[in-house]
């Protein structure tokens, strides 16, 4: 998969993961209950509750992943989990799709915010080290 189609749940560096995420971890070894409240990475979220919370269908989210804009962390028993981070781009993806755009260009330009904000940052915190 090209690492720049699709936008990872680490913020810290969207598109070339070199540091452990929520994703890469069992739900159940992600840190103690008052941490795991606190991370937006932490797959909390059941594809019902999820979709219930953004006001979509299942299928809606389903056609995220087939878009490589989130990829839900599966349950041990095989059942798609959303982290809150994955909420807000699926939120962002229905005001683009309300909006008129089609889903894989509304997916495409999420992907490019996400590198943009991430550049930012980037520049940034390069800008405070000088």
Request: include cysteine; charge should be negative; glycine fraction near 6%.
């Amino acid at each position: 998969m090209d690492q720049t189609d699709q936008v990872s749940p680490s913020r810290r560096n969207p598109h070339h993961r070199t540091e452990d995420t929520a994703a890469d971890k069992p739900a159940a070894s992600s840190g103690s209950p008052e941490q795991r409240l606190d991370d937006e990475d932490y797959p909390a979220y059941s594809m019902g509750r999820a979709a219930e919370i953004l006001g979509v269908t299942p299928a809606f989210l389903r056609s995220l992943g087939a878009a490589k804009l989130i990829e839900p962390l599966r349950s041990e028993g095989g059942h798609r989990r959303f982290s809150r981070y994955q909420l807000r781009l699926a939120a962002r993806a229905r005001e683009l799709v309300d909006a008129g755009t089609a889903l894989e260009a509304a997916c495409r330009i999420i992907i490019l915010e996400d590198q943009l904000a991430e550049a930012l940052r980037i520049n940034e915190e390069l800008r405070q080290r000088d």
